[in-house]
């Protein structure tokens, strides 16, 4: 049969590549050649637009309304059909080989938004009504969805990292391997043409069309289209305000990378750095673990948690939209010796020692093995939004406030991306409104709150701040990568009175150790037994944030039962903590950070991906408006801030008329007074 494959002319039609013409299915951690195949195959525009002329001059011949809207985030539906692939198919026109929205579940999810906003009469008069004696067709007719233009497949990637918690087999203790599942999507930004239209016969009223319409646009926007919705997926921009009903909260923000971040999707390449909703979405999941599994027993967390964040047998009550809230921030390849060299790092005092950058990154460079990964620089920010739909047992307000606290904790704990437990990847939340948390008194009484009667176990599955040590430390300079050097270094300073001894172990698996067991000491040997387990993420998390002044580093340790028990652990991070604040004091104390003149953003090692434009020479014209993340305020008041596009930060002559609870980080909207590529000026514009 391969043979047979192999002798046959070129494939065009996405639909039998998928379906029929194909190698054979080799599991879902091994089809991803085959869907590249399939995702690179070139669009058929002109019949495209030969069918949508045809379908055009059909729709209003049948009187229907007809309009447009676009998606904020990817789109991917019908997974589970029928075919070779498990998992990963996406319904494809049966003739074009185009990717669209069958009719049904276009009325479908109408309907399932109309009845958190409509009446019952309303409803059976659109929609129809079931039954044996008195079943009668709605009066509308759902059309199915093309796009405008041939739509774009992309490979995507889920990756489970709790698939056996999932299961009710283990506990969600950060030890099992990774699995990462491929399926074909729609990227964002894609265009569908949606039509209703009278049912012919019905003397349809025409402002039931209307209502149609209304319910139609709002299940795109707030319910999502297709699978994955609760995780970003199938949902449209907004063209409008939409009406919700009592069944559902929201809650936006803006989050922004203060460290650099390296992000990644299934290619693990520049034009896939990016932060995803879906990798935002499981971040959440594990800090709201965090906040209840010492709390409530095995069992009663994965339901609890199957009801706010969904399972394999029904969605949960939240669901999460990604947009990009900051302009194109091109992807650097990420090469530790060339940025030390560019920002003047403090270079290692003997050989025995890494750079610390290095060693707090290690691995995201290049090597014999894989090319050197991907990065987004700080200033880089997306709108969440979260929303939150009632559920048996529980209210919208209160499934949103479990989200809102998860989402807290990430922004005040932990990263986003490889390497986030290291200070890379940290997030900033701002514009959060009054549902945010105070602080984390105020984060743990409303946990207490929402979990309901406590069944409490003896040990933490899993990480718990029931059991967590947190400090504030000082990082030396106003530079994110100067601060994140000194934090490897002070870490590594650490490691190093560990060498070569299985305590170490305690950090983390997968570690190397080289010690013979005749040279074990006494504490080494309740080490023993971690040699059997083959993964265990580190319970030490660096979350890296700034003030006026510069960075500090927020270290959270969480005791692990597991490595290789509670008290060890114990001790041995409160040691850790120790040690890291006493060697990041004598450096905020001795350690000169690098000039101003060279904190520039590093030049691209490779090619900008062609759907980012490169910046500009000599940056936008006078005039334009724009945003720009704020950077650093003088002793008169004065801000600066980075726009994209010009290689130094700027001046904002009227930094008096801004609010004082601006920080540095922020991002505001700009009007470009001076566009001189070495001393640019804005003028900042008020909000209204």
Not at 60 to 77: D, E, I, N
Not at 80 to 99: D, M
Not at 182 to 197: C, H, K
Not at 563 to 570: E, H, K, M, T, Y
């Amino acid at each position: 049969m391969q043979e047979i494959l192999r002798a046959m002319p070129a494939v065009e039609n996405h639909g039998l590549l998928l379906d029929k013409y194909h190698e054979g299915h080799q599991g879902q951690e091994k089809d991803k050649p085959e869907l590249v195949k399939i995702a690179s195959l070139r669009s058929n525009d002109a019949l495209l637009t030969r069918a949508s002329q045809q379908r055009e001059a059909a729709l209003v011949a049948l009187r229907a309304k007809r309009w447009t809207r676009k998606t904020c985030g990817p789109l991917t539906l019908q997974l589970s059909r029928a075919g070779t692939f498990e998992n990963v198919g996406i319904c494809l026109h049966p003739v074009y080989g185009f990717v669209y929205l069958p009719g049904t579940g276009v009325k479908g999810m109408a309907r399932a938004f109309a009845e958190t906003v409509a009446n019952e009469q309303e409803i059976e008069a659109v929609f129809g009504r079931a039954g044996d004696e008195d079943a009668a067709s709605g009066s509308v007719v759902f059309h199915d969805a093309w796009p405008v233009k041939w739509p774009k497949l992309v490979v995507d990637i889920v990756n489970n990292h709790h698939s056996d918690y999932y299961k009710g087999t283990r506990d969600p203790d950060d030890s099992e391997d990774p699995k990462p599942v491929t399926f074909l999507a729609v990227e964002a930004g894609s265009e569908f043409a949606f039509a209703v239209g009278p049912r012919l016969g019905s003397g349809c009223d025409p402002a039931l069309l209307e209502k149609a319409q209304a319910w139609l646009d709002g299940a795109l926007t707030v319910l999502g289209a297709g699978a994955k919705t609760n995780a970003g997926y199938g949902r449209f921009a907004p063209t409008g305000p939409v009406q919700m009903g009592a069944d559902f909260a929201q809650f936006s923000c803006t989050v922004t990378l203060e460290t650099p971040a390296f992000l990644a999707g299934a290619n693990q390449a520049a034009e896939d750095c990016d932060l995803r909703s879906a990798t935002l979405r499981g971040l959440l999941r594990w800090w709201w673990r965090t906040l209840h599994s010492g709390y409530l027993s095995v069992s009663d967390l994965r339901k609890k948690e199957a009801q706010i964040w969904g399972s394999t047998e029904a969605g949960g009550a939240v669901a999460l939209t990604l947009e990009a809230a900051s302009g194109p921030f091109e992807p650097q390849t990420h090469d530790p010796r060339q940025m030390a060299s560019t920002l003047r790092l403090q270079k290692p005092p003997d050989d025995k020692t890494a750079q610390g950058v290095l060693y707090a990154a290690y691995g995201m460079e290049k090597s014999k093995q894989k090319l050197a990964r991907h990065y987004l620089s700080p200033g880089a920010s997306w709108t969440v939004t979260l929303t939150a739909r009632r559920r048996k047992g529980l209210t919208a307000g209160e499934a949103l406030d479990h989200a809102v606290l998860a989402l807290w904790m990430l922004c005040h704990f932990g990263g986003a991306g490889a390497k986030a437990r290291r200070g890379f990847g940290s997030l900033k939340a701002s514009g959060v409104g009054e549902m945010w948390p105070c602080d984390f008194t105020d984060v743990m009484a409303r946990s207490t709150g929402l979990r309901g009667p406590a069944s409490r176990e003896p040990v933490p599955a899993c990480s718990s701040v029931e059991d967590f040590k947190t400090v504030d430390l000082r990082l030396p300079g106003n530079e994110p990568w100067f601060a994140l050097d000194q934090l490897g270094y002070a870490y590594q300073a650490f490691c190093k009175g560990y060498h070569h001894r299985m305590l170490k172990w305690a950090l983390g698996l997968p570690r190397a150790t080289k010690i013979a067991p005749a040279m074990q000491m006494a504490e080494d040997k309740r080490c023993r037994d971690l040699g059997q387990i083959q993964r265990f993420a580190s319970p030490l998390h660096f979350h890296v944030f700034r003030d006026g002044q510069g960075h500090w580093v927020r270290i959270a340790a969480f005791a692990s039962p597991r490595l290789p028990d509670l008290n060890a652990s114990r001790s041995f991070l409160a040691e850790c903590v120790a040690k890291m604040s006493v060697e990041l004091a004598e450096r905020v104390r001795t350690v000169v950070s690098p000039p101003v003149s060279v904190r520039t953003a590093l030049p691209p090692r490779t090619p900008a991906p062609a759907r980012i434009a490169p910046a500009a020479v000599s940056g936008p014209r006078s005039g334009t408006v724009t945003t720009g993340v704020l950077h650093e305020k003088n002793a008169k008041g004065t801000w600066k801030a980075r726009v994209e596009g010009f290689l130094m930060p700027g001046a904002i002559p009227n930094s008096k008329e801004m609010p004082n609870s601006l920080q540095p980080g922020d991002t505001v909207r700009l009007k470009v007074r001076s566009n001189n590529p070495k001393d640019p000026s804005f003028d900042w514009i008020k909000e209204i």
